[in-house]
């Protein structure tokens, strides 16, 4: 992503634009070769061309947030599975990006962990904790010789919090 300026003032696009001066800060990134040599034979196999390559935090940025509103300082997170993209914004450009290795299906694991479930059990409980205050599920909670129906929520100082269903 990039950021031009026209006679010293910052401009969202040189089209259609004059001046004496122009200047442009750009991020540039640069991928292993067998990334981008795999995505053009696979590409050519198909019959299709390439129009443009761009990383997938600033991909994720420019479908989610319109550019008239990226003039505001945000922060995009997008939590995939295995990895949690982040793109940050100033000015109507992307100023920065990262990818992290936290994501889903980390805190899948740690649910499992915390509550002697399954990951299915597990992956149930964080999506339906997103649309309700109290899951209830049947599980070993704390003691693993005894299954039984918990009640997860939200604790006040974060984290989850279990106790018995009913």
Not at 33 to 40: D, F, G, I, K, P
Not at 66 to 78: F, G, H, Q, S, T
């Amino acid at each position: 992503m990039c950021q031009y300026y026209l006679d010293q003032y910052m401009i969202s696009n040189l089209k259609d634009h004059r001046g004496r001066q122009i200047k442009v800060d750009l991020i540039a990134t640069f991928l292993p070769s067998e990334v981008v040599e795999s995505l053009y034979t696979t590409m050519n196999k198909i019959g299709l061309e390439v129009a443009s390559l761009t990383l997938e935090p600033i991909a994720a940025i420019n479908a989610a947030i319109p550019e008239n509103i990226r003039l505001l300082n945000l922060v995009l997170v997008d939590i995939g599975a295995g990895t949690s993209d982040i793109a940050a914004c100033t000015g109507g450009s992307v100023t920065g990006y990262t990818m992290a290795t936290m994501a889903g299906d980390e805190i899948t694991e740690t649910i499992m962990k915390q509550y002697l479930v399954d990951f299915s059990t597990a992956e149930a409980i964080k999506v339906q904790l997103e649309e309700k205050e109290e899951v209830c599920y049947s599980g070993y909670g704390k003691n693993p010789l005894q299954s039984r129906d918990f009640q997860v929520y939200p604790g006040d100082r974060g984290g989850l919090v279990q106790r018995d269903c009913g």
